[in-house]
């Protein structure tokens, strides 16, 4: 969910909103934020599911340290979406277990 | 891989000690490569929309959102060179090899300042690992700067000032924020940050610790209860809660591998965060040449991570040959010690002595 109002900050300033293409569907997303904010902001939380057990991971540290957020991004798996800057027309998908490299079979 | 060398100092991460060390360096006159693995350098500063406390020196009342952006226009007007989306993944000697976009390329410089910062701890609980459990400073970031809610009904675990101002924030941003959990019998923050949440009608829960989250692929409910003296939850006392978001403010670790990699000595101090790299007063490691300044070397403050830039930026600029009076170092010096005041200051205070004792022996030693 987006903050549109913040009584320190104020409204939000008017931005450059850029498609982003997650599992396919289209979501409209700040150019140059985090892609996991841009997902946060439509409540996406999961982020990757782990490679044994399937268990769901989504941001938890925030600043690229722990891989919990990480996300194929444009066909390239393992991208820690915290620290990765949205893109006009990126497409990210939920990451199984470690990713599938493009050339990868 | 592409080689570069630099005549002058490359420092590591672009929080406040690093950007003041760079600043303070480039001033100095030495070329300075500030290395960030963010879009926008910042740190931490970026997100801290409260006043800092304290005197004028130490920018009081100042946001911290503010103190980045001038340090940042004041290193673009003294010449360091950033370089930002670089992540620095080794560090032998005074050559880090960095990886920038998909570049790899090794930088060496006559001088290194590590200004890596610190991260927030884990705590384990079944569920912890549920998409929703999240650390608090990184609910902060995305609620200040990026201005989006990871939740909207939030579990607050630490009662210290980092989980104190995060809920409020939470608050402020339009979340609910139904309790603060903390397993000491009282809040180690700040009074006046507890204040503020309590006026807001938020419950404290003193002595009390998480069970358990659960939930189908991300957080809805999260279990509670009371703890004794030995830390262990008393039978009886569970109590359930709805929520979407548990942020976990347990404290910080200096993030301190590139310092391990490149060999230098270590203690540990629980009051700091755990194991830091011995430093001298003038932040230098038991490397010649390897600087440290902010949370790698012992969690503090932001005001006290912008004084030991000041100081490791000088020493690094001495050590390359610049001219720095020493009238900068003894000042700058003063203002650090001036902000380990209080019961909490004190101790830091009495460890950093500590630290730097050790780092004497060791230079004797050797
Ligand atoms: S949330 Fe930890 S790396 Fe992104």
Redesign the interface.
Known sequence: ???TN????GP?PPVNLVPLEVDGQVIWA?E???I??AL??YGI???RTTKRRG????????????T?CVMTVDGIPNVRT??T?VRAGMKVTTQRGLGQWPNDH | MAQRSLKGIAVVGGGPAGLMAALTAARHGAAVVLVD???EPGGQLRKQ?HKFFGSKAHRAGVRGYRIAQELISDCTAAGVELLGQSVVFSLRECTLDLLQKDDAFNLKADAIILAT?A??N?LAFPGC???????A???Q????L???????RVLMVGGGNVGLIVAYQLL???AEVVGVVEALPYLSGYQVHAAKIKRAGVPIWTSHTVLEARGD??VQEVTIAAIDDHFHPLPGSERTLAVDTVCLAVGLTP?AELAWQAGCRFCYQGALGGYVPLHSDNMETTLPHVYVAGDIAGVEEASTALEEGAIAGLAAAAAIGCPVPIAEFDAAQERLVSLRKGPFGDIRQLVKSEIVKRWADCRVVE
């Open positions: 969910m987006r903050i913040h009584p320190l900050l939000q700040k140059g934020e985090p996991a904010a946060l902001a939380r999961l982020c268990e769901p991971r989504g941001v938890f540290c925030g600043i690229g340290h722990c919990d915290c620290v800057p | 693995e963010n879009a929309i910062g991260s927030e884990a690992t549920l998409p929703g459990v999240m650390g400073g990184a609910a970031t995305f609620v200040n990026h201005r989006v809610l990871p939740g909207r402020q941003a339009g692929q991300e993030l």
